[in-house]
């Protein structure tokens, strides 16, 4: 059989981001098993940066063993019960997903909808949750990965706390890379991702809940439809007080690389985390400007982490383009998703991938290209 | 922060089982994106290797991007809609999840229970198919990892066939360490694991489904009530076709590890694989039986791959014994699990781990402890 070597790419597209050697040497250390006391140790450290990355004291924060797509379906499964009300801003292609995730636990969706390129409204979301007073949660998506739009998180959760509403908070491209404070916006139920701003590989979902979050699951009256997103069962594993309780096999090496990453987080500071993506931001934008491309989103919305160009007029091919920077460059960048598709490109800065030298490389190849 | 360094331990517990190098080292290359060219040919080969691990040319064969508690998850939700009722042969944990599944789907389980330490019934389940000619689907564990038992799958399947019954088979441990033949026996939802006798670190869930299992899916009434799971959704991600649907984001580093763990499979060959669980269990058992110490199960149902042993009626303090093997001997082995808490012990030879160097550190461990 022949081994397989993957080619040495920078990252720049939506995700995942390039991984730090620390993270990758970190995963090739030795297995354990997942109930050695060793790796309970590391859970519990895992545990507490997850709750200095989230800004949270929440006990229920911890790693699902699968990806943010996971993390989503788990909020959603855990908060809802059939015939429930939710409230779904929808403004790209993982708002569209929440519904989705509403739908199939036999709940009703209230669509808000924005177009994409722009941040969910607050008045929208308001005037929804006035006219739906029974509504259980409110839901957005934070850092919109399909658009590169950041929408006011601080803002909608009081809002949705004003209505004794609770919140369901996509962060799976915002964790790492954009001001996030989970106790201080009142969020109850976060996901993320660990290929993004935390430069990890993909395959594990940070997910915080609240106390509030806790009681409407102790609450329910229906089991969660799914068994291995059931929180009532996989904190029992995540929990250490009066011994662990087996759940599933956790992936004991992506922890390791998922420890590393939040060390190295910890170890900059979330707050340099979030100027320095803004930095690399200000550079690329600079060039891209220079060229003649413009931005979808507007200044005040644009994530620093996700930078989507539209694509020039002249371009009749854009994917061709996106080839030519693979294979001449290395350098991948995201294509548009959904009503953007061939529309946009989607030029990431996520975790370590926001340094000078991607920057300088991703101008340099475009100039190149497009010239 | 600190840096996390785990211990160096030999795994001859329940799974994970030993990781070599070459796992390892494969895992800690360098990250590229999921919808990379590279990676795409990476899914291919791992599909098509996947195909012979579990002998099968069955086109939806591919890894879950989450452990085995999903892919038996997948398999249920999937196949079941409410109202469907379900065999469900239990004789261990995992029968009993199998239990849990159903019921989340609204579906109806009939039980066929046969003592922990048991395979499962054919007799009794020819009845059940009898009694029940509107069951939809016959589902059991072919090696169960609570108890060490193997089933006779090939049977099981067969008369599953003859009363128009689709099947559902858990290959968790089974996959690489027992002769199983999907196509052979016609099994037509499979799910396993990457950590017990592929030897990966967890966190992959190998699956494959058959036309009829896919026919079934397409006939459904009902979304999949899982959006992670739905496997009309990640055929689309795996099937080159036509191109691929982005679905959600595939872990990268662990594909790589799954790819070289089944490079030395396919290098080994199935059936010297399979026998050398078998000579390894041999050697392993003559030392454990002259100690003294005494199988649960019955010589022609045993699990080469997991010996499960009663602990001897002189020791009171089982858990301090395994303390000991951990921090003396940096050996792991198993717990007994629900209602064999206590009374037994779990020893793997999985994978990698099924080497002679293992069998005879274990038997030197436990004459050490045990005296």
């Given at each position: 059989?022949t081994?397989?070597t993957p080619p040495k790419?920078?990252l720049?597209?939506?995700?995942?981001?390039d991984?730090?050697q620390?993270?990758?040497?970190?995963?090739?250390?030795?297995?354990i098993?997942?109930l050695?006391?060793?790796f309970?140790?590391?859970?519990?450290?895992i545990?507490?940066?997850l709750?200095?990355?989230?800004?949270t004291?929440?006990?229920?924060?911890?790693?699902?063993s699968a990806?943010g797509s996971a993390g989503m379906?788990?909020?959603?499964?855990n908060?809802l019960?059939?015939?429930d009300?939710?409230?779904?801003c929808?403004?790209?292609?993982?708002?569209g997903?929440?519904?989705?995730?509403?739908?199939?636990?036999?709940?009703?969706a209230?669509v808000?909808?924005?177009d994409?390129?722009e941040?969910?409204d607050?008045?929208?979301?308001?005037?929804?949750?006035?006219?739906h007073?029974?509504?259980?949660i409110?839901?957005?998506?934070h850092?919109?990965?399909?658009?590169?739009v950041l929408s006011?998180?601080?803002?909608l959760?009081?809002?949705?706390r004003?209505?004794?509403c609770l919140?369901i908070?996509?962060?799976?491209t915002?964790?790492g890379?954009?001001?996030?404070c989970?106790d201080?916006w009142?969020?109850?139920a976060?996901?993320?991702?660990?290929?993004?701003?935390?430069?990890?590989?993909p395959?594990?979902?940070?997910?915080?809940?609240s106390?509030?979050?806790?009681?409407a699951?102790?609450?329910r009256?229906?089991?969660?439809?799914?068994?291995?997103?059931?929180?009532?069962?996989?904190?029992d594993?995540?929990?250490g007080?009066?011994?662990?309780?087996?759940?599933?096999t956790?992936?004991v090496?992506?922890?390791y690389?998922?420890?590393?990453?939040?060390?190295?987080l910890?170890e900059?500071?979330?707050?340099?985390?979030w100027?320095r993506h803004?930095?690399?931001?200000e550079?690329l934008?600079?060039?891209?400007?220079?060229?003649g491309?413009?931005?979808l989103v507007?200044?005040e919305?644009?994530l620093?982490?996700?930078n989507?160009?539209?694509?020039?007029?002249?371009v009749?091919?854009?994917?061709?383009?996106?080839?030519?920077l693979?294979?001449?460059?290395n350098?991948e960048?995201?294509?548009?998703?959904?009503?953007?598709?061939?529309k946009?490109?989607?030029?990431?800065l996520m975790?370590?991938?926001?340094?000078q030298?991607?920057?300088?490389?991703c101008?340099?190849?475009l100039r190149r290209?497009?010239?």
């Open positions: 059989m081994k397989f790419r920078t720049m597209g939506p995700g995942p981001s991984v730090p620390r993270i990758l040497d970190a995963m090739a250390q030795p297995t098993g997942h050695d006391p060793a309970q140790t590391l859970m519990e450290d545990k507490g940066l709750k200095y990355a989230f800004q004291e929440n006990a229920l924060t911890f790693p699902l990806p379906e788990c909020a959603f499964v908060l019960e059939p015939g009300k939710a409230i779904i929808r403004n790209g292609v993982f708002g997903r929440m519904i989705e995730n509403v739908e199939r636990c036999g709940a009703i209230v808000v909808e924005n994409w390129g941040p969910v607050p008045e929208m979301v308001e005037d929804a949750l006035k006219d007073p029974d509504a259980k409110l839901a957005f998506v850092a919109e990965t399909s658009t590169g006011d998180a601080e803002t959760c009081r809002l949705a004003e209505h004794d919140t908070v996509d962060a799976v915002s964790l890379g954009n001001p996030l989970v201080d009142g969020i109850d976060i996901y993320s991702g660990s290929q993004k701003c935390l430069s990890c590989p395959g594990l979902s940070p997910v915080s809940f106390e509030h979050a806790l009681e699951i102790r609450n009256s229906h089991k969660v439809q799914s068994w291995f997103l059931d929180l009532s069962l996989v904190m594993y995540w929990d007080e009066g011994g662990r309780t087996y759940h599933h956790a992936p090496n992506a922890m690389g998922l420890h590393e990453s939040l060390c190295i910890k900059e500071g979330l707050e340099n985390a100027a803004t930095a690399m931001h550079k934008r600079d060039g891209l400007e220079d060229m491309l413009e931005y507007a200044p919305y644009r620093p982490q996700l989507t160009v539209k694509i020039p007029v002249h009749t091919d854009e994917a061709a383009l996106r080839k030519r693979l294979e001449e460059f350098l960048i995201g294509a548009g998703l959904g009503a953007l598709a061939g946009v490109w989607r030029i990431g975790g370590y991938s926001a340094k030298e991607n920057v300088d490389l101008l340099n190849a290209i497009l010239n």
